[in-house]
Structure formats: C-alpha cells, structure tokens
C-alpha cells in the first residue's frame, strides 16, 4: 500500500497525469481507503509541490502542471469519496477574490471539501464582493471561503468581508480565508472566522468552526 501512495505522490510532482489516474484507479481496486489515497498520495504530493514553489525551487507552470495531474486523479477519486461520505455537512461558497486570477489553491479546497461530503458553490476567480453576496442570499450556505495568492489583492478579501457583514449575512455564515499571502493575524484583523494553512487544513478548520457556531 505504501509504495503505490508513494507512487502516486511521485507521479504527481512529475505532472504525469496519466500515471496519476492510473494508478489511482490501481489503489482503489486494491482497496486502498480512498481516504488515503487522497491525503497521502495525492495531498502529500502536492504538499512537495507547494513548499518548492514557495521556496523558488520550481515557478507556477510547474505548479499549474502538478494541479493539472491532481485533477486527473481526483475525478477517479471523487465519486469514491462522495459515497464514502454520504452524509450531507453542508454547503460551501468558494472563489478567488476580486483582481486575483490564480485558482490552483482554491481549486486544492474545493477537491477537499467535495470528497469529505460537503456541496461547493465555486464562483471561480476575479468575484466581485457583489457576487460573493448575491450567491451567499441565493445557497445559503454555512462555509464562505474567499482565496488570494497575490497580496495586492488582500484588500479586496478585506472588502468582501465587508461586504458580507453589510449584507446581514455573516451571522448565518462561517467566513474563511487562505492563501499565500494570508496570515492568522490577517484573517482576525479583517474580521474572518477561520483561517488554514492549505486545503486539507481547511476542512478540518471548517468542521470545527460549524459545531462551534451551532451551524451542523
């Protein structure tokens, strides 16, 4: 079992997305808990992936390429988590903030929260505050997660919270954050509830954040 997570990591920070798919597949006829699969193959791998770029080792085609293979694999994987996780825990509004256009980490939260039974609204990149309100009114939802990578666009997370709060919608809500440029102390001082270090962290966030406000 370990050598075909190992290889699945690999496979991944390669960007080989056909041996990522494959052997996805391969672990799960073996009955590799997709769970597994999901944290130690294809989280561990992009784990590598991320602190490399933060270290300038490698640069965002790279990234965008790791991504692209973690896709594959995940819509392999998908459909096992959902089933895996029948009950429903709730629904999650995502997107990029206005003026940033990088998605890959939102996209990382979105895979997350899907296979761990939650529904995910992603509104995309470059939303307006005005959307972020709009789709709120519209789901409902109990999770608000707003995502930056570039830190001239910490503002627009700032405003959008704003917007929210204005809106009367935050009491009915959990806001989070993350990014790269986003810190703890960031996400307190904007008035957010929650704050994570990467996708898999997120999840764990949300949960804890839900039972706490008396929104599961």
Do not use: C
Request: aromatic content about 4%.
């Amino acid at each position: 079992m370990e050598e075909v997570l190992r290889r699945i990591s690999d496979s991944l920070i390669k960007g080989d997305a056909s041996s990522v798919e494959e052997l996805v597949a391969h672990a799960l006829e073996q009955g590799v808990n997709p769970r597994l699969i999901m944290d130690d193959g294809l989280v561990a791998g992009m784990a590598v992936i991320g602190a490399r770029f933060k270290n300038d080792e490698i640069y965002l085609p790279e990234v965008m390429i790791a991504a692209r293979a973690m896709n594959t694999g995940l819509r392999v994987l998908e459909p096992v988590l959902r089933n895996a996780n029948a009950e429903f825990k709730g629904t999650l509004v995502l997107g990029t903030v206005r003026g940033d256009l990088h998605d890959v980490g939102k996209n990382m939260v979105s895979m997350m929260f899907r296979g761990s039974g939650f529904d995910v609204i992603d509104l995309g990149i470059d939303v307006a505050e005005s959307m972020f309100v709009e789709k709120i009114k519209e789901f409902r939802p109990q999770i608000v997660g707003l995502s930056a990578l570039l830190s001239t666009t910490l503002p627009a997370m700032k405003s959008t919270i704003e917007a929210i709060n204005e809106a009367g919608l935050h009491d009915r809500t959990i806001i989070l954050v993350g990014g790269a440029p986003v810190t703890l102390e960031f996400a307190k001082e904007i008035g957010a509830d929650g704050w994570a270090p990467d996708a898999a962290s997120a999840v764990d966030e949300a949960e804890v954040l839900l039972k706490q406000k008396g929104l599961r």
